[in-house]
């Protein structure tokens, strides 16, 4: 996989600032910084220096194009395909379409500010790098490259548990970058407590749990090849390299590393976990808490009443349940039903800079990007990550001063028809 350049952004050291600024001086900090649609110039005017296009493609359609072309069998099925025949993947875009932007005119909106903070995180933008496992399918640097990506940007990075680098060489990575934890809750509650303490001994603010993943979808793409990336011992840097999880082998892995797997699928997950459980986490975690999987209105209300801190509204990006509800659906009353009681962030079905718009104008404070930042790991490394995400961002950007706003409390439902 080539590596290529991308062009200089003026956005690109992207520095948070500090929970206790004022709001003023935060959005003098954005103004600084400049725009991300300067981006967009920026493509322009290397194309006429130069006589040269992107590295990259700039649009959604395009960019996942590339990276099917790009991709393996195993690792394209794998990253690209869906739960069952794609209902949910397909009904997660359609949702997107048929909501409208209804742009006003004559405002100032010459200058934005994008900033937020979201569970005690600054961030440049309301948009977080989501978790995605074994990333080193579609390029060998996999986590550590979207960490310095992320990192490069300001953005938060949501560290799955199936990483292919551990939690603490891909926290290496990001340097001072934000950076949160994902978790697939364990049956073997030593080896929770020890991701737990590692994630927040190597820097992580935020615990994600997710929900919707007790048993794999029945994904047709990878039974069809037999690929499941686990089984060659790929995503699980984070139990390897974990003493409760080495402390239930009775032989070293380079002995028998089959034991380590069959051992591994035995504790992953348990399906058996109810609200009640949840009291564990929030004795073995100093942090927020958020459930990632969200898509009825009252367990959203539960995860208030249990005192979490948040929820991510979606749907595994349509992997796991065929024919399940569009997240961008499920949204609306979801945010109705916890108001400002609960953080609501959303990821599923999230392609291009108006699906950011749409997103926080039905009530998410921030969203979460999974597939589009892979393609651009697939494409090159951590040029191609930085350069998917600029172009999301100049394209949210653009979309705000468009359709007439320029700050994020702007969006609400009325914008869209």
Same mark, same amino acid.
């Given at each position: 996989? #080539? ?58 359609? %395009? ?19 869906? %739960? ?5 993947? +397909? ?10 932007? #209804? /742009? ?11 900033? &937020? ?22 390029? /060998? ?6 960490? +310095?990506? $992320? ?39 030593? #080896? ?5 303490? +590692?994630?927040? $001994?190597? @820097?992580?603010? *935020?615990? #994600? ?27 699980? $840097? ?12 009775? +032989? ?6 089959? =034991? ?29 808490? *958020? ?15 249990? @005192?979490?801190?948040?929820?991510? *509204? ?9 024919? =399940? ?12 039903? *916890? ?26 404070? $921030? ?10 790991? =697939? ?11 600029? &172009? ?26």
């Amino acid at each position: 996989m #080539v590596d290529g350049p991308v062009p200089d952004d003026p956005q690109s050291d992207g520095a948070q600032s500090d929970g206790a600024q004022s709001d003023e001086a935060r959005a003098g900090e954005a103004q600084a910084a400049g725009p991300f649609a300067a981006f967009q110039d920026s493509i322009y005017l290397d194309g006429l220096l130069t006589g040269e296009p992107p590295a990259y493609p700039t649009g959604a359609s %395009a960019l996942e194009e590339a990276a099917r072309e790009r991709l393996d069998p195993g690792p394209r099925g794998y990253v690209l395909g869906g %739960a069952g025949g794609g209902a949910t993947m +397909r009904a997660n875009r359609e949702a997107f379409e048929r909501r409208r932007i #209804v /742009p006003r005119m004559l405002r100032d909106v010459g200058t934005r500010d994008l900033s &937020c903070s979201v569970l005690g995180t600054e961030s440049p933008a309301p948009v977080l790098l989501g978790p995605v496992g074994v990333q080193s399918i579609v390029h /060998p640097e996999g986590e550590l490259a979207t960490a +310095r990506a $992320a990192a490069g940007l300001g953005l938060p990075m949501v560290l799955s548990t199936a990483s292919s680098y551990s939690l603490e060489e891909v926290a290496a990575a990001s340097g001072s970058g934000p950076r949160w934890f994902q978790l697939y809750w364990p049956r073997d509650d030593d #080896v929770t407590i020890s991701l737990l303490a +590692r994630a927040r $001994a190597a @820097g992580y603010t *935020v615990l #994600v749990v997710t929900l919707d993943t007790w048993y794999l979808g029945w994904r047709p793409t990878d039974l069809d090849r037999a690929y499941l990336p686990f089984l060659r011992h790929i995503g699980l $840097a984070n139990y390897l390299s974990d003493p409760a999880f080495l402390a239930g082998l009775s +032989r070293p892995i380079a002995e028998d590393p089959t =034991a380590a797997i069959v051992h591994w699928a035995g504790m992953f997950s348990d399906p058996t976990k109810t609200w009640s459980d949840l009291a564990f986490l929030r004795d073995n975690w100093i942090g927020p808490i *958020v459930l990632k999987g969200v898509l009825h209105p009252d367990d959203a209300r539960k995860a208030r009443d249990t @005192g979490l801190n948040g929820i991510v *509204v979606g749907n595994h990006g349509g992997r796991q349940l065929d024919g =399940a509800i569009g997240a961008l659906d499920a949204l609306p009353e979801i945010a109705t039903a *916890v108001g400002d009681d609960l953080t609501v962030l959303f990821d599923s079905g999230v392609r291009t800079g108006t699906d950011i718009l749409k997103a926080l104008a039905l009530g998410a404070r $921030a969203v979460l990007l999974g597939r589009p930042y892979i393609y651009g790991l =697939a494409l090159g490394g951590e040029p191609g990550i930085t350069h998917v995400l600029r &172009c999301l961002l100049a394209e949210f950007d653009l979309s705000m001063a468009l359709s007439g706003h320029t700050h994020l409390n702007d969006l609400n439902p009325k914008i869209l028809t």
